[in-house]
């Protein structure tokens, strides 16, 4: 359904179990950024007012997540350490080429986003499946369907905006991009690391 071209090897839940504290931390501020990304997307793109409304829900949607992630950090005594860059998502931003098509660069920002979601989807599942923490396992079970809903929602705007067969096709070629990218990651304590 995700369309990811390259699995997460599940050894890296290893890595996130052995290091709870620094993969929560990194949970919460990817679901700031997912918040960050859905305001954006209605400053940059007002004239949109389906897509305005969409964002706004996502946006209190994905604080929401923040503050789950959050309260889990404080209930287990842990500090919420500072905001670490994600490359993953820095490389990801450099597949499409720069552009002063105002359309265009919205069906990228939206086709980027999708798939930020869907990596996010793949991961939640590989932590449920994988870590002992039960109360963790059941957490990132739930928080799934909704990434692999943000994912749907993301790519079908992209679609409206931009056509159907055009879309698939862009979407297709920063998939295949993403299965090299994501090859460097996986090794680190981070959602996307």
């Known amino acids: 359904m995700l369309g990811l071209k390259l699995p997460t090897d599940p050894r890296w839940a290893d890595i996130a179990s052995k290091n709870l504290e620094e993969i929560l ?4 501020y990817c679901e700031q950024k997912a918040a960050s990304t859905a ?10 007012p389906d897509l305005v409304a969409e964002m706004a829900a996502l ?3 994905e604080m929401s997540h923040f503050e789950q992630v959050h309260k889990r950090i404080v209930e287990r005594g842990y500090r919420f350490g500072r905001e670490r ?3 993953y998502v820095a490389r990801i931003n450099e597949f499409f080429p720069k552009t002063g098509d ?9 086709l980027v986003a999708a798939l930020i979601e869907a990596r996010s989807c793949e991961r939640f ?3 449920s499946e ?3 923490d039960e109360d963790l396992s059941r957490f990132y079970r739930g928080l799934m369907a909704s990434e692999a809903e943000h994912y749907t929602t993301f790519l079908t705007f992209a679609r409206k905006y931009g056509g159907r067969e ?3 096709a862009m979407w297709r070629a920063l998939l295949e991009y993403e299965a090299e990218v994501i090859k460097e990651f996986g090794k680190k304590e981070h959602i996307h690391g």
């Not at 931390?25 to 919460?28: G, M, R, V």
């Not at 105002?102 to 939206?110: D, P, S, W």
């Open 102 to 110: 105002r359309l265009e660069r919205l069906i990228q920002r939206l």
């Open 39 to 48: 305001i954006s997307l209605i400053v940059s793109f007002p004239e949109f």
């Open 25 to 28: 931390t990194d949970h919460a």
């Open 59 to 61: 946006a209190r949607e």
């Open 85 to 87: 860059k994600d490359v």
């Open 130 to 132: 994988n870590i002992q």
């Open 125 to 127: 599942k590989v932590l």
């Open 166 to 168: 055009r879309v698939d």
